[in-house]
């Protein structure tokens, strides 16, 4: 008996995101897809749960693309990181900032939040959830924070920090179910909805 190996479905897929990282992890499924960037304003408001407002986000960006999309299935992701303290941060934007960011984090621990959708734009089903995940600094000097900054660059970076790259070497822990929510999108989780909606993952 013989077997396809590649992934197949008759749905186009479509990541709602810009992100080179969530790019990257949509691409171990081995499917086929179209990225395109969302139309949402992204401001995080301090009043919300973090859940609720990664799912309203993630929901957000995919339903951005229906038009565009009439006949896909789109993918969504959002995520925040809510510090210690309980306040909800978003990406530095420059060194400065990150800098400041770790400054505060470490020797603490952390959750990041990430929210995950996908919309079929032809029936107009929608799916959301979100997962957590929880990491604890180890203690770093102020001269330990400032040459990862400026070695890594991670402005873009919800926390300050890549943990797919040298970020790991700030952690003392790690604690979650998907390490991919982590990095902003939960591969288990996704895998789980694709199939519900009759992609064949394997």
Request: aromatic share 8%; hydrophobic share 40%.
């Amino acid at each position: 008996m013989s077997s396809d190996p590649t992934p197949t479905t008759t749905r186009d897929l479509v990541l709602a995101s810009t992100s080179p990282y969530r790019l990257q992890l949509l691409r171990q499924l081995g499917l086929a897809f179209h990225v395109a960037a969302p139309q949402v304003n992204e401001t995080i408001d301090q009043q919300v749960a973090p859940e609720l407002q990664v799912k309203y986000l993630a929901s957000q960006k995919a339903l951005s693309l229906g038009a565009k999309y009439p006949d896909a299935l789109i993918i969504g992701a959002d995520q925040v990181f809510v510090d210690a303290r309980g306040r909800i941060l978003g990406k530095p934007g420059n060194f400065e900032r990150a800098e400041e960011q770790l400054r505060l984090m470490v020797g603490k621990s952390h959750v990041f939040y990430t929210g995950l959708c996908v919309y079929d734009s032809a029936g107009g089903q929608l799916l959301t959830d979100y997962t957590t995940f929880r990491v604890t600094l180890r203690t770093l000097s102020r001269e330990q924070i400032h040459r990862y900054v400026r070695r890594e660059n991670p402005v873009d970076c919800a926390g300050s920090f890549k943990i797919e790259g040298l970020g790991i070497a700030l952690m003392e822990k790690m604690e979650g179910e998907d390490y991919t929510a982590l990095i902003g999108l939960p591969l288990i989780r996704l895998t789980a909805m694709l199939e519900h909606f009759g992609v064949r993952i394997l």
